[in-house]
């Protein structure tokens, strides 16, 4: 049998036939999901990423609003982050050449930023701790709130004078959440570490110290609100707070009426102010009774039997689950004396890589006081000291 040897074809090839044996080209536009999840994760690298000359010192970004996260009802005076404003035609470029690259390590086979191996999370941050989650109940909640109202209105917290400072130091975790390069959302917490505001009595001066921070940085940052804005109960003072009715009823009416429209709806939004009241102020007696006495009247608010701080301390808690997105948020009180502790976050189902039982928040207040100005600590305080707590989130908390 004789074959014909291939030859090259020597005619002019005809692009309009080819192009008709050819499959049709796929559609290149990313669907608004994937480009929602790229723009996100570049934005978290471009956080994170640091000049070569200076040294990294960042324990990872906060919840943000998340919280970062969940918490949208972070500290009304805490500072958001300022992150670089990035066109969506520049984030997609920087997607397709491999965003992980920035995270400090090559494209390919065995680098960071190869398929099925997950990109460094931020320097600093933890993976987030699991608990079981306990079941909360109303039987008892009457009860506890009754001691814990109780103990609040039996008080003797500090008064400011003149020129004086409210002090309040904390130590804090939030949740980092950080996408490997194989797509999947792995959670991420900050180490627990120290934070210190101080503001004066009308809200007008104030300062807050986070190490470690990035907007923050060292010396940190003027609370200072020079135009003297509208005191509100989600932009309070130590003097507006006085001014609350302490009655119950009439404190949550108000609460609901400041907050209509805001967060995932009216009942939440209640308990998150309240929280957001109680976590990073100085609260006058009464009004915080009373503050107490009307959580306990917002449907969905649980007894939790145990729960715990972030210096790792057990107590009893006032809880309420976030019906949109399953996170439980537990303000945490003293067995014994009913004080208040601190708060934990739970995440009581799997929901946007987010497990059910992960820890997403924790908070422990170790310290209230009144000083002379700014940057100055009370008495026995020293920078850098803090409660006895575990240097990361644990299993058990």
């Known amino acids: ?75 009304a005076r805490r500072p958001g982050r300022r992150p670089v404003l990035v066109g969506a035609a520049a984030a997609l470029a920087l997607a397709a050449a491999g965003v992980a690259a920035l995270a400090g390590g090559p494209v390919g086979p065995g680098g960071p930023g190869s398929p099925g191996r997950a990109v460094a999370p931020p320097a600093g941050a933890v993976p987030a701790p699991v608990v079981q989650v306990v079941r909360g109940s109303t ?82 940052i003027t609370l200072d609100d020079p135009e003297g804005g509208e005191r509100t109960l989600n932009s309070p003072s130590h003097d507006y707070l006085k001014t609350l009715p302490t009655d119950p009823e009439l404190l949550l009416k108000k609460i609901y009426d400041e907050t209509r429209g805001m967060g995932n709806g009216p009942d939440q939004q209640a308990f998150s102010t309240i929280g957001d009241l109680l976590r990073e102020q100085v609260v ?18 649980v007894l939790v039997d145990d729960s715990v701080d972030a210096a790792g301390r057990h107590g009893i808690a006032i809880a309420r689950t976030d019906e949109a997105d399953g996170s439980r948020t537990e303000w945490i009180f003293d067995r014994d004396t009913y ?44 920078p850098g000291e803090r409660a006895a707590a575990p240097a990361t989130p644990s299993a058990g908390t």
């Open 139 to 220: 039987a008892g909640l009457a009860d506890a709130v009754a001691d814990i109202s109780g103990a609040a209105a039996r008080a003797e917290l500090p008064e400011p004078g003149p020129g004086q400072f409210l002090y309040v130091r904390s130590e804090v975790s939030w949740l980092v959440s950080w996408e490997g390069a194989d797509g999947k959302n792995r959670s991420y917490v900050d180490r627990i570490h120290p934070r210190e505001v101080w503001m004066s009595p009308d809200g007008s001066k104030g300062w807050l110290m986070e190490p470690g921070k990035e907007p923050i940085g060292r010396d940190g």
């Open 1 to 75: 049998m004789i074959r014909t040897p291939w030859r090259r074809r020597e005619e002019p090839l005809d692009l309009a036939e080819l192009d008709r044996l050819l499959p049709a080209p796929g559609d290149p536009e990313l669907s608004s999901d994937r480009l929602s999840g790229l723009e996100e994760h570049l934005m978290t690298e471009i956080r994170n990423r640091k000049p070569d000359t200076a040294p990294d010192t960042s324990p990872g970004a906060p919840p943000a609003g998340v919280h970062e996260g969940d918490h949208a009802s972070r500290p």
């Open 339 to 382: 004080t208040y502790l601190g708060e934990r976050t739970v995440q009581t189902r799997d929901v946007e890589g987010i497990e059910a039982g992960t820890v997403k928040g924790h908070t422990a207040v170790t310290d209230r006081a009144v000083v002379d100005a700014v940057k100055q600590r009370p008495a026995g305080s020293a």
């Open 284 to 301: 006058p007696p009464k009004p915080a009774a009373g503050l107490y006495r009307a959580a306990a009247r917002i449907p969905g608010v």
